[in-house]
């Protein structure tokens, strides 16, 4: 059985980090925050050390928003506040969360809610024929949702690695893990490492 592969959504400074634009809600010093950041973490050591593909997936529009189609709220906020503009630092990965230099791991840029589309990252996936995708990311319920959906209906099997994500709203967080259940595997970053070793 082929490995599994990693896509890490939006581990950026602007969602991430304290003194970033659009951030996960969460205050600098809150616990949610830094289980937050371990896990993820984890998961990426993880994957590292197992050899496992990772795709890191990150949305970026140029500065003057020309090419941000700006059809939804959440997309119009984006621009209000000035958030993740290419070349700035909050389009820039987190630090501790930054993609590594090596053959395994690719940077795909996305303009959209779900990481797949209008994009190469199918294309990416697929070269390596992986026996389940493991996605997490930042927000739970706008681009870790879409791009969970999409995945499904391209065919592949699907792992939420639920403490690896997060949403501003804790409950809303755990409604959109409700509502993925339906269609993927939900469980930590431990289980997911322990079930590939």
Not at 148 to 177: I, K, M, N, P, Y
């Amino acid at each position: 059985m082929t490995p599994p592969l990693v896509i890490a959504l939006h581990y950026q400074n602007d969602v991430l980090h304290a003194d970033g634009k659009i951030r996960v809600g969460l205050a600098a010093d809150e616990p949610a925050r830094t289980a937050l950041l371990e896990a993820a973490g984890r998961l990426l050591a993880g994957a590292r050390a197992r050899h496992w593909p990772i795709m890191h997936v990150r949305v970026a529009f140029r500065p003057d928003y020309a090419d941000l189609l700006q059809n939804a709220p959440i997309l119009r906020n984006v621009a209000a506040i000035g958030a993740v503009q290419e070349g700035s630092w909050g389009a820039a990965f987190f630090t501790e969360l930054a993609p590594w230099d090596n053959p395994r791991e690719f940077v795909v840029t996305h303009q959209r809610i779900n990481g797949f589309y209008g994009t190469s990252l199918e294309t990416l996936v697929r070269q390596f024929n992986p026996s389940r995708l493991l996605i997490a990311g930042v927000a739970t319920h706008s681009v870790v949702e879409s791009t969970v959906r999409h995945a499904v209906d391209c065919g592949f099997e699907v792992t939420v690695l639920a403490d690896a994500c997060a949403s501003a709203d804790s409950r809303v967080h755990a409604a959109s893990l409700h509502s993925m259940a339906l269609i993927a595997s939900i469980q930590s970053v431990n289980q997911a490492l322990e079930g590939y070793p």
